[in-house]
Structure formats: structure tokens, C-alpha cells
């Protein structure tokens, strides 16, 4: 099985990038499953109803959040729809789910999304104790666990890729939108990668406008952050999975200019 994970979609341009691009994607990398980060497409912050609706024409399996989950209020009409998940490690109680189960011919494979805690801006539960409950929850009913760890300190992934080694089928960071070269197969058949990338403007700071951009930085003050625009692209990787054990065989990145 080949599963293809888009990385933090930045934007409505972004969004119609992926449209244009993602039936090529599937079918030369022949792919069974997709996961796209989407906490960033409407507008930089959030997802809309509409937004929404476009990734399912797409057929985009599973869709996972982050810190701006709640930055649109539409996100209160389809948060229960099943292939929406967003930060398990969001306080107990909150509504929408951490976690999904998706069948896929004989495959049952588990997609899960975290919240780091170092650097961000959000309250959240430990996301280490949070992702062995839910592990040690689902482990005997699927076959395939990926977990999507949307978080701003490296070392806070790479730990995690070590707590999870061999548990999990495979980790994939998403937030930096800065897609990182450490692609590996662990050992023990755990796929890891600090980060897919974005998928979003080209010429920007990680998908918002230069210029607004660098006055924060050289003056210090407040400046309302806008999307770029012109050319898109796309990053995210590929992992395969041998079925018969259901371990990672490989992982390679993929960039659409």
C-alpha cells in the first residue's frame, strides 16, 4: 500500500493547486490512501465549509489539524464528519475526535493527529501520554497506524519518533511548512520525517506575504499577516507499507512546482 501525505495546505490558491495536481500524484505513485493537513486553507488560518467540501470532491481520505483548528466557526457544522480529525491531545471533552479508523480493501489503517506543546501558541494534553493510550487502545483491531505530530520543536518530533518506534507504522511532522531531508525507515519499520512541507505559495514566508512578514520582524510591530500570492506548490511525501507485516518499506518526498 502506498500512502501519500500532503503537507499544510496554506490558502484557497493552494487548495486549487492540489486539485489540479493530485490525480496525476495518485496515479503515478500509485497511491491507496491520502492524508492532507488542512488547519492553514482558508485564508492561512483555519478550514471552511467550502474548503471542506472541495478536499472530499477529491477524494481525500483522511484530513487532519492542528493549532488553528477553530480558525474558521464553520469548522462547528462538519467537525463529526468522519474523515475530519483533529488534535487528539486537546483537552478532554472538546468536540471532534483524535483519531479515525478507515477501511481500505482488507486493511483497517488508523490515522491520528497530535498538537505539540513546545513553542505553541495552544493548551494541550502531554502528546506522548496521549498517543499510547489511544495505541494501546487500537493496536489489536488495525493494521496500519499513522500519526500525523503537528509541532513546532524538531526535537519534539524526533523524540517522538523514538517513543514510537516500531508501534506505529508511521510519524509525519506537520506545522513548519519548511519540508525537512531526514526521511527515514527505522528499524523496526516505522516511517519518520520532521516535516512534509506546505503546500502554498512559492515566493513567501512560509505561505503569508514577504513584506508584511518582514516588518514584524525588523520593526517589532504588530502587522496583520496576508497571504502570498502567485505560483503554488505542492510538498509532501509518499510511504510505502509492505502489507503482509505492515511495516514501512520506504519513504521519499515529493515537491510539485
Given at each position: 500500500m502506498n500512502v501519500l501525505i500532503i503537507?499544510?495546505?496554506?490558502?484557497?490558491?493552494?487548495?486549487?493547486?492540489?486539485?489540479?495536481?493530485l490525480p496525476q500524484l495518485k496515479q503515478k505513485h500509485e497511491i491507496d490512501?491520502?492524508?492532507?493537513?488542512?488547519?492553514?486553507?482558508?485564508g492561512g488560518m483555519g478550514i471552511t465549509k467550502k474548503?471542506?467540501?472541495?478536499l472530499k470532491?477529491?477524494?481525500?481520505?483522511?484530513?487532519?489539524?492542528?493549532?488553528h483548528t477553530w480558525g474558521k466557526k464553520d469548522i462547528f457544522e462538519f467537525i463529526d464528519d468522519p474523515i475530519l480529525i483533529r488534535p487528539a491531545n486537546y483537552s478532554k471533552g472538546v468536540i471532534g475526535k483524535g483519531y479515525a479508523i478507515f477501511k481500505r480493501g482488507e486493511k483497517k489503517i488508523a490515522v491520528i493527529n497530535l498538537i505539540g506543546r513546545t513553542d505553541m501558541a495552544v493548551?494541550?494534553?502531554?502528546?506522548?501520554?496521549?498517543?499510547?493510550e489511544i495505541v494501546e487502545k487500537i493496536k489489536e483491531e488495525v493494521d496500519d497506524i499513522l500519526v500525523d505530530f503537528h509541532a513546532e520543536a524538531t526535537a519534539e518530533k524526533i523524540a517522538m519518533k523514538y517513543f514510537l518506534d516500531g508501534k506505529v507504522t508511521a510519524i509525519f511532522g506537520?506545522?513548519?511548512?519548511?519540508?525537512?531531508?531526514?526521511?527515514?525507515?527505522?528499524?523496526?519499520?516505522?516511517?519518520?520525517?520532521?516535516?512534509?512541507?506546505?503546500?502554498?505559495?512559492?515566493?513567501?514566508?512560509?505561505?503569508?506575504?514577504?513584506?508584511?512578514?518582514?516588518?514584524?520582524?525588523?520593526?517589532?510591530?504588530?502587522?496583520?499577516?496576508?497571504?502570498?500570492?502567485?505560483?503554488?506548490?505542492?510538498?509532501?511525501?509518499?510511504i510505502a507499507i509492505n502489507d503482509e507485516n505492515c511495516?514501512?518499506?520506504?519513504i521519499y518526498r515529493i515537491q510539485v512546482k
Open positions: 503537507g499544510d495546505i496554506v490558502g484557497e490558491a493552494a487548495v486549487k493547486k492540489l486539485r489540479e495536481n490512501f491520502v492524508i492532507v493537513n488542512a488547519e492553514n486553507a482558508a474548503i471542506f467540501a472541495e470532491e477529491m477524494k481525500i481520505d483522511a484530513i487532519t489539524m492542528g493549532n493548551q494541550s494534553d502531554n502528546p506522548f501520554t496521549t498517543v499510547e506537520t506545522h513548519t511548512h519548511v519540508q525537512t531531508a531526514d526521511e527515514q525507515v527505522t528499524k523496526k519499520g516505522t516511517a519518520y520525517i520532521t516535516d512534509v512541507g506546505m503546500t502554498g505559495a512559492i515566493d513567501s514566508v512560509i505561505g503569508m506575504d514577504i513584506q508584511a512578514a518582514m516588518k514584524r520582524f525588523i520593526t517589532s510591530m504588530p502587522e496583520r499577516y496576508k497571504l502570498a500570492e502567485g505560483s503554488q506548490m505542492i510538498n509532501g511525501c509518499v511495516r514501512a518499506t520506504n
